[in-house]
């Protein structure tokens, strides 16, 4: 999803579904890899620009890793290989520390789906342009896609999977009052947006409460303790967007859940 | 994104201590840095996480103005007392850049260093563009140029190794160009001050260049001077949708008014140039007026002298000047009369 720009597509060399792709390779492969490659050819393409060539050779060579192997049925061989900067970190989610060993290149968003299994937190854009990875540091919303796993350590983390009163809720009673008016309102049409749009809400519910501005409060003159109008609602909640479009119910959840009610 | 190995620093000489290494770069908020490794636009080294750095204080200074650390957060400087009094203009346009996510990352210094949104500078598939390949020519000159420049730009033709028609996209830069700010840094050698103006750079031959800030060197704060457009400020931003967008156009406009007579201006664009765009002669012409419309008109010309637009950009020009006076009339008559 790229909602900021009206970007002419590149003739090549990467459709959407391939920079996915290298996305997903990309972290696991090692510099060894590349070695077959010679620095210098590596160098001479930099300086003719040509990075797009370096990308695609680097996107084949991972291919042909991930081929090599499914073909010999070994799982763990891209797993395997050895990362270049490893280290250990402890994060704390939703109260509990995890100590993991990652690549600094993992994000909070990857860490929390693929190290630490909460996939609660969704990942939409991976560039900080939609908010479905939206969660609370030390009671902040951020986003966690571009948020690095290593520079999150030593903060309280808090994801859609802690926002509920119980750990286990079994009853909208158990849910918090955001998560119960979502339920309420009908705040969501697939779903995916709304783990980053309920983590968001309830951020920005908070910010009002303290006093925070929007620049809606500015254009309509209430920059001293503004309330929660409709206006500031889809304002505040700019930073989650929704692809089914759930916009009305959204507000009309934010709205109840700000005014302590679900219903 | 290429590997890197990752250090935090816990106080600035540790930072600078660090940054001496080639291929260092300062991490602060990430929003920009982050997405241009995953991009493969930035490809560091060592990451210097600098988030730890005791720069997050905003405190009053010797005649009068604020000092800013580098660390504050973009939500924390835009809601701050001071500023929400004194700076209404550097709130307003803080609040109106990105989202609330992240401008709880974001941060001043990080801010003032983001890179241009250029599609082409974005995109390693593209392999002219001389800010990110030196001397490989300009792919947006005659690419599509919707959020170009349209003053201060070099443009020798898309070959040319100097060609560089990208804009600066920061909000807050622009309204703090208009306040007249400073630029406090930190080096290995000491450290310096540098006038907002002096800061970001135009392309000139050598668009790869943002700023005016030397290798290693780190930003500490940012400090404003006493306030001056408290009561009549606006900040105007123009864009394709009206949230979570970057400016097409903005403006950034303050005005010392004695009743209907202005007796200084603060003026300055966004979206237009590579830089934030400020004129002095438009805040001088300005200076011991009448807020009017012709006034306000005047002033955009001299702004918009000698702006030259491209094929999906040539728009700008108008709405810029539109913005101008629109500006100047919403600020004149009170910052908190804008709706
Ligand atoms: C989807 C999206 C929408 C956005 N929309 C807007 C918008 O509408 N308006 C707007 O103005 N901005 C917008 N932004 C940009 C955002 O404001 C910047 O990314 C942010 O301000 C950068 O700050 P940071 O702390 O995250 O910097 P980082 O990403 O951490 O760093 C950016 C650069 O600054 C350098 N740096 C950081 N701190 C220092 C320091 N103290 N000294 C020296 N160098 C330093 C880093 O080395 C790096 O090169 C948007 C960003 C995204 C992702
Ligand atoms: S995944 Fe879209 S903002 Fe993070
Ligand atoms: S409910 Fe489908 S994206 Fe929001």
């Known amino acids: 999803m790229t909602p900021f720009t009206n970007k002419p597509s590149p003739s090549q060399p990467h459709a959407d579904n391939t920079e996915v792709l290298t996305d997903v390779l990309e972290p696991r492969i090692c510099a060894s890899e590349l070695n077959a490659e010679s620095a210098e050819e590596i160098e001479e393409l930099e300086r003719h620009g040509l990075l797009s060539e370096i990308s695609r050779r680097r996107f084949i060579q991972a291919s042909s890793a991930l081929a090599a192997s499914l073909a010999f049925g070994m799982p763990g061989f891209i797993e395997a290989q050895e990362a270049t900067h490893n280290a250990t970190v402890t994060l704390k989610v939703n109260g509990k520390p995890q100590t993991l060993s990652l690549d600094s290149r993992t994000s909070l968003l990857d860490a929390l789906r693929e190290h630490m299994d909460m996939t609660g937190t969704k990942k939409g854009c991976d560039h900080g342009q939609c908010g479905a990875c939206t969660v609370l540091i030390d009671g902040r919303r951020v986003n966690s896609c571009l948020t690095l796993a290593f520079v999150s350590e030593g903060a309280e983390i808090t994801t859609i999977e802690g926002l509920a009163k119980t750990s286990d809720p079994k009853a909208i009673e158990d849910l918090s009052a955001v998560q119960a008016a979502f339920l309420m309102h009908d705040g969501y049409q697939c779903g995916y947006c709304t783990p980053g749009q309920i983590i968001s809400a309830t951020a920005a519910i908070t910010e009002q409460q303290k006093g925070e501005l929007s620049i809606v409060s500015w254009h309509s003159g209430k920059n001293d303790q503004p309330e929660l109008t409709d206006d500031e609602i889809r304002e505040r909640m700019s930073g989650n967007i929704c692809r089914c479009g759930a916009y009305p119910n959204i507000v009309a959840a934010v709205r109840a859940a700000s005014k302590g009610a679900s219903a | ?339």
């Open chain 2, 1 to 339: 994104m290429k590997s890197f190995a990752y250090s935090r620093a816990t106080s600035n000489a540790q930072a600078l201590e660090a940054a001496r290494a080639r291929g260092t770069q300062f991490l602060a908020g990430g929003t920009n840095l982050v997405d241009l490794m995953k991009y493969q636009v930035e490809q560091p080294v060592t990451l210097v996480d600098i988030n730890h750095l005791a720069l997050t204080e905003i405190s009053q200074i010797d005649g009068g103005g604020i000092s800013i650390g580098a660390m504050v957060r973009n939500s924390d400087l835009a809601n701050h007392p001071l500023v929400r009094t004194n700076y209404p203009l550097l709130s307003q346009a803080l609040l109106s850049g990105a989202s609330p996510q992240l401008r709880n990352m974001a941060s001043t210094g990080g801010n003032l260093m983001q890179r241009t949104r250029c599609y082409y500078f974005n995109d390693i598939s593209f392999s002219a563009c001389n800010k990110r390949a030196p001397g490989s020519g300009c792919a947006a000159l005659e690419g599509y140029n919707r959020i170009h420049a349209i003053l201060g730009q070099t443009d020798k033709g898309p070959t040319s190794g100097e060609t560089c028609i990208a804009t600066h996209p920061s909000d807050m830069c622009v309204a703090m160009a208009a306040l007249q700010a400073t630029v406090e840094v930190e080096g290995r050698g000491g450290r310096r001050t540098i006038p907002f103006a002096e800061f970001h750079r135009l392309p000139g031959n050598d668009p790869s260049r943002d700023t005016t800030l030397r290798e290693g060197e780190l930003i500490t704060a940012v400090t404003l001077p006493s306030a001056k457009f408290a009561k009549n400020a606006f900040y105007l931003k123009a864009r394709d949708r009206n949230s979570y967008a970057f400016a097409l156009i903005s403006v950034a406009a303050g005005l010392e008014m004695e009743g209907t007579t202005i007796r200084s201006a603060g003026l300055a664009m966004g979206g237009v140039a590579h830089k934030p765009w400020r004129i002095p002669e438009a805040e001088k012409a300005l200076a011991g007026q009448l807020a009017s419309p012709e006034n306000f008109a005047h002033a955009a010309d001299i702004l918009l002298h000698g702006a030259h637009g491209y094929e999906h950009n040539r728009f700008k020009i108008e709405l810029a000047k539109q913005g101008v006076v629109r500006a100047l009339t919403v600020a004149a008559q009170g910052t908190s009369e804008v709706a």
